[in-house]
């Protein structure tokens, strides 16, 4: 069983700057491809980001693509989301994910993530 807790997530301006970690306990997730999805208030929950088991292969969504970078530290169980120009279109509950032990590519739905964190709410204002 995996522990997934993000943390870093809060209001901030429009433009700026967040980094969201997400720290996972219990069984290690070094072999395990990792991602980032957010769920906007009425919306469904939708991806953001995905990382590769060691963390040399990443992709995005359109939305975010050269304004968030998603890296993992497997030597510290954590995984980050560097978020960048910030637009208010971005608030979300911002969730991590990893996959079941040895799935290791980049997965982008929901379904394919077995281990979830509770989310850390990021606001961002005009």
């Known amino acids: 069983h995996v522990h997934l807790v993000e943390s870093g997530g809060r209001s901030v301006q429009a433009g700026g700057s967040l980094r969201l970690s997400c720290v996972a306990s219990?069984?290690?997730?070094?072999?395990?491809?990792m991602a980032w999805f957010r769920q906007a208030p009425g919306k469904e929950r939708e991806f953001v980001a995905a990382?590769?088991?060691?963390?040399?292969?990443?992709d995005y969504a359109d939305f975010v693509k050269g304004r968030f970078t998603i890296s993992r530290d497997n030597a510290k169980s954590t995984l980050g989301l560097q978020m960048r120009s910030l637009k208010p279109e971005d608030t979300a509950v911002y969730y991590c994910?990893?996959?079941?032990?040895?799935?290791?590519?980049?997965?982008?739905?929901?379904?394919?993530?077995?281990?979830w964190g509770q989310g850390t709410q990021v606001t961002v204002a005009s």
């Open positions: 994910a990893a996959r079941s032990t040895l799935y290791i590519d980049v997965a982008y739905t929901e379904e394919k993530y077995f281990s």
């Open positions: 219990g069984r290690s997730v070094s072999s395990s491809a």
């Open positions: 990382i590769n088991w060691i963390g040399d292969t990443t």
